[in-house]
């Protein structure tokens, strides 16, 4: 049974559980986030899996933070891969000056 849009106020519509679209995009971001944050320590492996699936992970989940604006849903998956994604580039930097800091 599916349900039709929901009109708001101002006469926009509001998704509902019925009509949700799937957004992959801020999926497909969150994981390359939460990866992306978890291994910013693995020595050299760093600048592939964190910094790399960092910058994946954020233009991904911007690009799902649009596609939640215009009425699918997943707004928080993106929320989620920005974060995430940010802090796993962050990290990386860090991981690799205090490397680099540390050989030297």
């Not at 039709?4 to 957004?23: C, D, F, I």
């Not at 849903?73 to 962050?90: E, K, N, Q, V």
Request: proline content about 3%; some cysteine; glycine content about 16%.
């Amino acid at each position: 049974m599916t349900r039709s849009p929901v009109m708001t106020e101002t006469g926009q519509h509001r998704a509902t559980p019925g009509n949700q679209q799937q957004n992959g995009l801020a999926t497909a971001g969150m994981i390359c986030g939460i990866i992306a944050a978890a291994t910013f320590w693995v020595p050299f492996l760093y600048l592939l899996s964190s910094f790399v699936l960092g910058i994946v992970a954020v233009v991904l989940s911007h690009k799902g933070r649009a596609r939640a604006a215009q009425g699918a849903g997943g707004a928080g998956f993106a929320l989620t891969g920005l974060i995430c994604g940010y802090a796993g580039i962050a990290l990386s930097v860090a991981s690799g000056v205090i490397g680099a800091l540390a050989a030297s």
